[in-house]
């Protein structure tokens, strides 16, 4: 058993892993809050990402709707990782070997990095800060990149339950 196991395992023999895997309520609510976090945070990078490559909302201006939606797409994630964080410890040994986990780190991974990318570089581009209908091509391929990976995410996170090892 490698390292790695024995850990995850004992993360859920932990008396909170129990307690979470154990509870009535807990565990139905945390994944509650961890599915609204990611009903926010990744339906409104949809939206955003929708605005990047042409087909949604062409007359708002990019910066705008970055500024007024990133204190909700932030908030959203800072949920669906404090109610993952629960949820993987209540279930770390079974989640651990599913061949779905590591295909969602990665595309999260990607996800991060294709934002990170888009906020320090694409954002400060001309057409963009000019709000320009049609933006240009590096800026609409970093939208769908986003689109695919955070899709990936999710039917991977979905699937964690169905494919264990």
Do not use: C
Not at 70 to 98: D, K
Not at 114 to 136: C, D, G, H, S, T
């Amino acid at each position: 058993m490698s390292f790695i196991h024995e850990l995850a395992q004992g993360l859920q023999a932990s008396s909170v892993g129990v307690a979470l895997a154990e509870s009535a309520y807990a565990f139905p609510l945390i994944e509650a809050l961890h599915l609204i976090g990611l009903s926010v945070s990744v339906g409104l990078i949809f939206l955003i990402d929708l605005r990047l490559i042409g087909v949604f909302l062409k007359n708002v201006p990019v910066t705008d709707l970055l500024h007024q939606l990133r204190p909700l797409v932030l908030g959203g994630f800072a949920l669906i990782f404090l109610s993952g964080t629960l949820l993987f410890w209540s279930e770390a040994a079974t989640i651990i070997t599913s061949p779905a986990l590591p295909f969602k780190f990665l595309f999260i991974a990607i996800g991060g990095v294709n934002a990170l990318y888009f906020e320090l570089k694409l954002a400060k581009q001309r057409p963009v800060i000019e709000n320009q209908p049609v933006l240009p091509a590096n800026v609409r391929y970093a939208g769908i990149a986003s689109l695919f990976s955070w899709s990936v995410v999710i039917i991977a996170g979905r699937l964690i339950p169905y494919l264990p090892s």
